[in-house]
T-cell receptor, first 114, second 113 residues
Framework: EPEVTQTPSHQVTQMGQEVILRCVPI?????FYWYRQILGQKVEFLVS????????KSEIFDDQFSVERPDGSNFTLKIRSTKLEDSAMYFC????????????FGNGTRLTVT | DQQVKQNSPSLSVQEGRISILNCDYT??????FLWYKKYPAEGPTFLIS?????DKNEDGRFTVFLNKSAKHLSLHIVPSQPGDSAVYFC????????????FGTGTRLKVLA
């Protein structure tokens, strides 16, 4: 069964550094998402991406964050200048359509900012 | 504003019995609801969903019930198995007007052997 893959599984970075989290969504999916989960808390929506542009973003997704689909398969989340509070699990998800279609998630990247 | 709420942070059930996980929502625009299971260090795994035009959807041991008037949905697992021990999240979206799927805070289910 096709799956969403994310790399790396764990990223440690120093405060103020840039990080890029990578995702390969399921190949025939058209909608792409990033969510995050701070330890023990809820799974929070960050951003959705469709037709090569951001379709919706949350208030968490400020100017420090950006997303890109640089080719036909990868979907990346960049955090320009990481803060301690960016430490979380970041999940990529994709879905074929937005009409009664479930999101399929990757296994996440654990980001630790020191 | 917590639009999707799971008021029980944890639930313990004996193996073979029924597990019932509950979820409430506040946004009347939501029309598609989902349940996910999550193991530690893994991403949420889709289990089952229901559209607002239905009040029940069944898939094997898993059944989701939707009560639109009460803005309430529940997931029934029967019979419960030790491998079902995980955190369960409900999620909801409005298929028009938003792309967001909003998740609840999760319920940790422990199935006792």
């Amino acid at each position: 069964e096709p799956e969403v893959t994310q790399t790396p599984s764990h990223q440690v970075t120093q405060m103020g550094q840039e990080v890029i989290l990578r995702c390969v969504p399921i190949s025939n999916h058209l909608y792409f998402y990033w969510y995050r989960q701070i330890l023990g808390q809820k799974v929070e929506f960050l951003v959705s991406f469709y037709n090569n542009e951001i379709s919706e973003k949350s208030e968490i997704f400020d100017d420090q964050f950006s997303v890109e689909r640089p080719d036909g398969s990868n979907f990346t989340l960049k955090i320009r200048s990481t803060k301690l509070e960016d430490s979380a699990m970041y999940f990529c998800a994709s879905t074929f359509g937005h009409n009664n279609s479930p999101l399929h998630f990757g296994n996440g990247t654990r980001l630790t900012v020191t | 504003d917590q639009q999707v709420k799971q008021n029980s942070p944890s639930l313990s059930v004996q193996e073979g019995r029924i597990s019932i996980l509950n979820c409430d929502y506040t946004n009347s625009m939501f029309d598609y609801f989902l349940w996910y299971k999550k193991y530690p260090a893994e991403g949420p795994t889709f289990l089952i969903s229901i559209s607002s035009i239905k009040d029940k959807n069944e898939d094997g041991r898993f059944t989701v019930f939707l009560n639109k008037s009460a803005k309430h949905l529940s997931l029934h697992i029967v019979p419960s198995q030790p491998g079902d021990s995980a955190v369960y999240f409900c999620a909801a979206t409005a298929t028009s007007g938003t792309y967001k799927y909003i998740f609840g805070t999760g319920t940790r289910l422990k199935v006792l052997a």
